[in-house]
């Protein structure tokens, strides 16, 4: 008895959800920045021996999504594999006037191994444009990106927003090896200065980086820095940034459950004001100021 009486209520609470929305709807009060759909798949390729290129075409809302926002992706199930939970991959690109977004996602595990079976025409189920992005100010004359691994995925979008803006950037890219860089040609194509550092050939340490960055600072060629992917990395831009006063926003990334502020399972630790604060990775980022961010 108890349990109709709370489903009757829960559907009486959901059809006043609804009707509430759809009179704000109406009125033009309300609109959607979140949206669930099953996107279809246009294309889905190798760019190298560990990462591939999803191209979907999707309704709007999704086509507005904006560089360091993300996607919760619902897998396929791999045979014998069972990716329960969605999977947050960030935004790589977005076309709103072909309706299309597009991933560039490393197989790890059984979710992205699902990810890997999807073929042109098969759906994807997705939900987002998901966290806050970054934030571009227009009065930024020169830029530096620095990423490591799937980090140069989600500094992507940021190579045409910043040309859109006139913004020069120079991106520092990081990969075990030549052949796993990614994001490379992309940013060039945007008219980007790319410098790649590689574990093989013994010029990715933090030192080296950390030459090349008081190079371009020198050269007045860094007023914020953006980054994502590397702990390691994300250290020398704060010392950096606090030795010459630079701002710098960074793309965190945690495990996630919900992806929506409501599972608390992807908080780390911030320092705000001289006081260490727990936020939500989804909700609160994933991009958070620079100085803030704890490895
Ligand atoms: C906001 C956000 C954006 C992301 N964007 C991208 C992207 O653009 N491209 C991309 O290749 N990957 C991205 N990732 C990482 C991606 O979500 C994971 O690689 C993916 O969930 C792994 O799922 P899986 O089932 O294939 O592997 P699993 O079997 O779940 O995990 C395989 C391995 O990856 C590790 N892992 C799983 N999830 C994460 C995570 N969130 N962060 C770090 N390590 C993880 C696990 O600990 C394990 O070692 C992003 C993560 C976040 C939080
Ligand atoms: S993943 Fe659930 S609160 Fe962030």
Not at 152 to 159: E, F, K, M, V, Y
Not at 164 to 182: K, Q
Not at 218 to 231: I, K, L, M, V, Y
Not at 255 to 272: E, N
Request: glycine fraction near 10%.
């Amino acid at each position: 008895m108890a349990i109709e009486q709370s489903v009757s209520m829960a559907t009486a609470k959901d059809s006043l959800f609804v009707a509430a929305a759809d009179d704000a709807k109406a009125s033009g009060r309300w609109t959607e920045t979140v949206v669930a759909e099953r996107a279809e798949v246009v294309l889905n390729r190798a760019v190298n021996a560990e990462y591939r290129h999803l191209v979907v075409r999707c309704g709007p809302v999704a086509a507005s999504a904006v560089a360091g926002q993300f996607f919760q992706l619902l897998c396929p199930h791999p045979d014998g594999e069972q990716p329960f939970l969605r999977r947050p991959m960030s935004l790589y690109g977005a076309d709103p006037a072909k309706g299309e977004v597009e991933f560039l996602y490393k197989v790890t595990g059984a979710g992205t191994r699902g990810l890997a079976s999807l073929a042109a025409g098969d759906r994807l189920d997705m939900m987002g444009p998901l966290g806050k992005g970054f934030t571009l100010d227009p009065a930024l004359r020169h830029i530096v990106a620095v990423g490591r691994g799937a980090g140069l995925a989600t500094l992507a979008p940021l190579a045409k927003a910043a040309r859109a803006n006139g913004t020069a950037v120079t991106a520092i890219f990081s990969a075990r090896r030549p052949d796993l860089m990614v994001s490379v040609d992309l940013f060039r194509s945007h008219g980007a200065e790319v410098i790649t550092v590689t574990d093989s050939e013994g010029t990715s340490g933090p030192a080296h980086v950390e030459r090349i960055l008081r190079g371009l600072i020198a050269e007045a060629r860094a007023d914020a820095f953006f980054t994502c992917g590397s702990s390691r990395l994300m250290r020398v831009q704060q010392r950096l940034a606090a030795e010459f006063a630079i701002p710098g926003q960074v793309a965190m990334e945690q495990q996630m459950a919900c992806g929506l502020g409501l599972c608390f399972c992807c908080v780390r630790d911030f320092h705000v004001g001289g006081e260490i604060v727990h936020r939500r990775v989804c909700w609160d980022g994933p991009v958070f100021d620079l100085m803030e961010a704890l490895p």
